[in-house]
Nanobody, 120 residues
Framework: QVELVESGGGEVQAGGSLTLSCTVSGSAFSMNVMGWHRQAPGKERELVASITSGGSTNYADSVKGRFTISRGDTKLTVYLQMNDLKPQDTAVYYC??????????????WGQGTQVTVSS
């Protein structure tokens, strides 16, 4: 079983910054794709940013130039550095990791979600 633990959410004023982190534990053998999604009230969950094991990144147009996704040295942690936050960034942010476990079975795990609130 692969588990994800998120941290770093909170409340910040518009223009401020926050960094989210997500750490993988359990029976993960590989973390092929690590990403962050978000869901605002009344809206569908959307991809914010993702990073592959090779380091390729992908961002939603709404966060390009403001958010940066990265992986820690051990590759077990993924970060989302969020700068110049806007009220429309307010949402619950979810970490998502896909790969293979120690039994070489594919997995697609989600974190519990962390609230980010940006006030104007």
């Amino acid at each position: 079983q692969v588990e994800l633990v998120e941290s770093g959410g909170g409340e910040v004023q518009a223009g401020g910054s926050l960094t989210l982190s997500c750490t993988v534990s359990g029976s993960a053998f590989s973390m092929n794709v690590m990403g962050w999604h978000r869901q605002a009230p009344g809206k569908e969950r959307e991809l914010v940013a993702s990073i592959t094991s090779g380091g390729s990144t992908n961002y939603a147009d709404s966060v390009k130039g403001r958010f940066t996704i990265s992986r820690g040295d051990t590759k077990l942690t993924v970060y989302l550095q969020m700068n110049d936050l806007k009220p429309q960034d307010t949402a619950v942010y979810y970490c998502n990791v896909g790969g293979y476990d120690l039994g070489f079975q594919g997995y697609d795990s989600w974190g519990q979600g962390t609230q980010v609130t940006v006030s104007s």
